[in-house]
């Protein structure tokens, strides 16, 4: 079992940045991926990137790329992310989400809300 905890989110006006972080408290020595969801009200959860945990390959959605940039500290068991130029549209709960042996994202955390103000 892999437990994740989300922190960072917060209230943020259009145009502005918020950081997104990640925490695998029992290390991520099982984990080959990890990535970040968002969910908005009344929408399906989407996909928004993810990073391998070895090489740190990374891949976003259409909608952020350019704006949000994923990043892992391995050490630190932790993934990142970072959110510019926000949008009213980024607004959601973000999910953190990573993939073990299998590649199915099995492990999710309790997630973290985003607000974008006009």
């Known amino acids: 079992q892999v437990n994740l905890v989300e922190s960072g989110g917060g209230l943020a006006q259009a145009g502005g940045a918020l950081r997104l972080s990640c925490l695998a408290p029992?290390?991520?020595?099982?984990?080959?991926?990890m990535g970040w969801f968002r969910q908005a009200p009344g929408k399906e959860r989407e996909f928004v990137a993810r990073?391998?945990?070895?090489?740190?390959?990374?891949y976003y959605d259409n909608s952020v790329k350019g704006r949000f940039t994923i990043s892992m500290d391995n050490a630190k068991s932790m993934v990142f992310l970072q959110m510019t130029s926000l949008k009213p549209e980024d607004t959601a709960m973000y999910y953190c989400?990573?993939?073990?042996?299998?590649?199915?994202?099995?492990?999710w955390g309790q997630g973290t809300q985003v607000t974008v103000s006009p």
């Open positions: 989400a990573a993939q073990g042996a299998m590649p199915r994202w099995d492990y």
């Open positions: 990073i391998t945990t070895t090489g740190s390959l990374t």
């Open positions: 029992g290390g991520i020595a099982s984990i080959y991926t």
